[in-house]
């Protein structure tokens, strides 16, 4: 063989080594990439399948949180997944899921939280197929009341006969039962160290006066409380305030605050419950009789981001309530005057004028300078008839249109039985259903109910 000749070999032997490596390499990358995609497959279903679901209807948000804890888990180990309120979960998108976790609570006679009351008229009022679907879910309640985890069970219900398929039986949450919970994040990640919730601190309460003496109804009292040293006082209007009682650590009872940061102490507004037996509820007892100034109270304050102004900062506010729901109304109302807002329109009811005018100064003071455009005051029984805030609605329904029209949102704070159905079936007379949908769609009607 000549020279050139061997060395053309080479040079091609040299090529077909180096196109072999290349191919060696290609392959092993190949490999490399169809093992990720299978695995990123097998987490998320399928590359074209659409993401993991995770849904929450939420009144005072412990299950919103619960659906953010799972949802921020399923996406760390990389799961394509979307967070939503029932509220917002559309015909369509249910269709097309393949998998969904379910986070709920319940409230009144075992009926859906706000956060699921277009769902539950929109779609749980129909059949549906969903034969694609596998879900599972995780139901928020308290066996103290009848319907133990009503709305949960309902929707369990609805989504079998809708032909989906439970992925893993329901797991039921017995007043934030631990057990329960860790059950839960164990199936599909989450608790830990974020499921903790803020720790309760020890408050002082630095002022407590009765503000309804002679009235009929329980004595209803305003407190005052301060954070021990090294705790900033830090919440919005519309947050709550929570007490946890030695003797029943497992419940801890919501109080909506009355003041703000700038007030500089925490104000609630708080009615002692007297059981049939004489004894006093053990939270209002223990913060309107048991304590005396200067002690202290395990507390701690949560976000009620459902009741918070946030987007409805700007617009005009029609604020209802009764009794002690004027707590969540006054912090409002409170930030509104700080902040030079004054289309504000409250209608509070109560029983009787001369006893049970609470914060009658504040409210008349507000009215002189105009952070109030609008105040009605409405008491049931100082005349024959019972007259509640829902009646006095339906008489001023035509200015009510009118501030709806201008923007206005609503926010109710009370009693849920009662008032806030009665309140709720008054606007739907006055507006008309589709008009409620689109507030409650659109965040501007919100409730504080208990
Ligand atoms: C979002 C939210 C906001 C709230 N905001 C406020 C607020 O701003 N102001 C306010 O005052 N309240 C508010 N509440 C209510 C508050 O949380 C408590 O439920 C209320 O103070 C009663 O708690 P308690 O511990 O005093 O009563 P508990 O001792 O828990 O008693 C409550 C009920 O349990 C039953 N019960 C318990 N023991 C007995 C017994 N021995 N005999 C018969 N029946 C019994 C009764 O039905 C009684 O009414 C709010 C609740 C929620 C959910
Ligand atoms: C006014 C009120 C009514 C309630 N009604 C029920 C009920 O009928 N059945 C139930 O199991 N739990 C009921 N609960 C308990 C809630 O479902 C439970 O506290 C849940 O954790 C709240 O979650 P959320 O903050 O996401 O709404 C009720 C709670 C309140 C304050």
């Known amino acids: 063989m000549t020279e050139p000749l061997l060395r053309a070999l080479a040079a091609g032997l040299m090529v077909l080594a180096y196109a072999a490596m290349c191919l060696a390499i290609w392959r092993r990358e190949r490999r490399r990439h169809d093992a990720d995609a299978r695995a990123a497959a097998a987490l998320a279903g399928d590359g074209a399948q659409p993401p993991l679901l995770v849904l929450f209807a939420s009144q005072t948000g412990q299950a919103e949180t619960i659906a953010w804890q799972t949802g921020r888990a399923l996406h760390a180990q990389g799961t394509p997944v979307r967070v939503m309120s029932l509220n917002d979960l559309d015909a369509t998108t249910l269709r097309a899921a393949q998998r969904a976790l379910f986070v709920v609570s319940t409230y009144g006679e075992g009926d859906a939280p706000d956060g699921a009351s277009l769902f539950t008229e929109n779609l749980m009022g129909a059949a549906e197929a969903l034969p694609m679907l596998r879900y599972a879910l995780l139901a928020l309640g308290d066996r103290q009341y009848t319907h133990f985890c009503g709305f949960a069970r309902a929707l369990d219900g609805w989504l079998q006969s809708s032909g989906a398929v439970p992925l893993a039986p329901r797991v039921e949450v017995d007043n934030g039962d631990p057990g329960a919970l860790a059950e839960w994040h164990a199936q599909w990640g989450g608790g830990g160290a974020e499921a903790e919730s803020a720790a309760f601190e020890p408050w002082q309460l630095v002022s407590r006066a009765l503000l309804n003496p002679g009235s009929e109804g329980g004595p209803v009292f305003h407190l005052g409380l301060r954070p021990p040293a090294g705790v900033a006082l830090h919440w919005q209007s519309g947050d709550l305030a929570q007490i946890a009682l030695a003797d029943d650590p497992g419940r801890p009872r ?155 949102a609503v926010y109710v704070c009370g009693s849920l039985q009662g008032m806030a159905g009665g309140v709720d079936a008054a606007l739907r007379q006055i507006a008309g259903d589709a008009v409620l949908r689109d507030l409650t769609a659109s965040g501007r009607y919100r409730r504080d109910v208990y």
């Open 254 to 408: 919501d109080y909506s605050i009355a003041s703000l940061p700038p007030d500089g102490e925490l104000q609630l507004l708080v009615r002692q419950e007297c059981h049939p037996d004489g004894t006093l509820g053990r939270a209002s007892g223990l913060l309107t009789s048991t304590l005396a100034p200067g002690d202290s109270v395990a507390l701690r304050v949560r976000a009620h981001r459902n009741f918070r102004l946030d987007a409805n900062a700007g617009r005009p506010l029609i604020l209802i309530g009764n009794g002690t729901g004027l707590a969540g109304l006054r912090g409002h109302l409170r930030a509104r005057a700080l902040a030079g807002q004054h289309e504000n329109w409250l209608l509070f009811g109560e029983r009787h004028a001369a006893h049970d005018q609470l914060y009658r100064d504040e409210i008349d003071a507000w009215q002189a300078s105009g952070v109030l455009q609008r105040l009605d005051r409405v008491f049931s029984r100082d005349q024959a008839e019972r007259l509640y805030v829902q009646h006095r609605l339906l008489q001023a329904g035509d200015e009510v249109n009118a501030w709806l029209a201008r923007g206005a």
